[in-house]
């Protein structure tokens, strides 16, 4: 992170960075967006030390391919 932040600031990306911020809603689908992040990296691993490596593995598996069927289904992605 150190270092995007880094390259962020020499390449003159970080004006746009900060637009980002002061949008609350933008801010807050950031926040929603990480926590979901998180909870599934926790299952993940719950799923990896409790012995159902290949429930886990399947599911990372599938798991891209409804998320795209959702997007194309409900919300008329192309």
Not at 21 to 32: A, E, G, R
Request: charged share 10%; with cysteine.
């Amino acid at each position: 992170m150190i270092f995007m932040f880094g390259h962020l600031a020499v390449t003159g990306w970080m004006g746009d960075i900060r637009k980002i911020f002061h949008d609350k809603k933008t801010v807050c689908c950031c926040m929603v967006s990480g926590v979901l992040v998180c909870i599934n990296w926790g299952v993940y691993i719950f799923a990896i030390n409790s012995g159902h490596v290949l429930d886990a593995s399947l599911g990372y598996f599938l798991e891209p391919i409804f998320v795209t069927a959702i997007g194309v289904f409900f919300f008329h992605e192309g």
